[in-house]
């Protein structure tokens, strides 16, 4: 493994570890949003960040494959 990868999967971990905080956090305020409308905004920050997830994810994966 080249030090550019460890430091690629570090940045990756970190990443991953931000949107969790960020994914937390748009949770809870669904969770507790007071009508449809911030329900439905914290809903689309969710679905973001589960994609920006993802893609981090693919990604890794791609450089795993290398």
Same mark, same amino acid.
């Given at each position: ?19 969790? &905080? &960020?994914?937390a956090n748009a949770e ?39």
């Amino acid at each position: 493994m080249t030090d550019k990868s460890q430091v690629l999967r570090v940045l990756f971990h970190r990443l991953n570890n931000q949107l969790g &905080i &960020i994914l937390a956090n748009a949770e809870l305020l669904e969770k507790k949003a007071p009508d449809d409308t911030h329900r439905a905004r914290a809903a689309q920050v969710v679905l973001s960040v589960l994609e920006a997830m993802g893609t981090a994810k693919e990604l890794r994966a791609e450089l795993d494959d290398q």
